[in-house]
């Protein structure tokens, strides 16, 4: 992380990055924010979608919940949120923890092709040569495409050969320990469920299109960034930068650092500066910014809804769960 920001901010003069911050536009950080929030609501349907074969009622809001949770929990510990999404949705929705987490990789399956999809997007509208402009910018679409592959390859053999894997973990596991293979053999087949949860041709028409909403609602929330600093009275700014921008920085989001701190700095640096020429000094106040902002609605909005959703199940006579307890007897709540 501490790498990732002393290359971003080499040489950059902070001191006037953050006297342009001090002269962001309120009402386009309002918008920013707002179209921050609904991305992520979004993010929430597609996900109650996603398991509404195993509980189609499941509650809107604790689903939102549970996103917002887990990106909090990332902001601190790089991808232990996914774990805390899935163990707080089982308590609060008494589901499996084990098959929310099978959906979680679905749902980041989804999420790399996604991505992966619009960097192709990003090399088709931007005007030079991307992939001259990020020599690592081919490979890793290879390899990001190779990996995806390989794993929706093997999630399909696990859900079509579900039974075989299961007989072969309680004989293999069975010799040694049987409680063991028991364990191991049962974890296998709540994750293979979450694998298998999203089905239907309806929900997989909407979980698509909701993952094209998603994108671009991300693509906009970059766009009115540039208005929030005012960049547009600097230069011409269009819906294709800020798409460009989502797309180069996602590398940098993806990066395991705690909330994308420092590496998304860079990214964002690299973009704004080396292709479309705004100084060191403006990039460096729109990576600050946008960062700050999503990390301080991340960081409180899971203490807010862990606070608002326990207060609701101690108000219906059901337990309220913290960051500790939700870890506690999964077996029985399983």
Known sequence: MAIFLLFAFWNVDLGIAVGLIGNASVMWTFFFLLVFYFSHFIRAVRWKIMISSVKPDTSLLNLFGTVMIGYGINCAVPRLGEVYRAMFLGKW????????LGTIIIERVIDILSFS???????????????????????????????????????????????????????????????????????????????????GTKNYIFAVLLTVIMMLLYAVNNYIGFYMLRMDEIQTVTFGMAWILMTISSFGVAIPTPGGTGSYHAFVLIVLVNLYGFSQEVSAAYALFTHFLTYLVFVLSAFAFIFIINKKRILNGEKSENLFTVFKNEREKE
Do not use: C, D, H, Q
Request: net charge positive; charged share 20%; hydrophobic share 55%.
């Open 93 to 100: 929705e008494n589901l499996s923890r084990t098959s929310l």
């Open 117 to 199: 999809v619009s960097v192709l997007i990003s090399v088709l509208i931007f005007s030079g040569n991307l992939f001259k402009e990020f020599v690592w910018l081919k490979s890793t679409i290879y390899f990001s495409f190779g990996i995806l592959i390989i794993i929706i390859g093997l999630l399909i053999i696990i859900v079509k050969r579900r039974e075989k894997f299961y007989a072969v973990i309680i004989n293999f596991f069975g010799k040694a320990s049987p409680k063991i293979a028991e364990k191991l053999a049962y974890i296998f087949e709540m994750l293979a469920e979450g694998f298998s949860s999203l089905k």
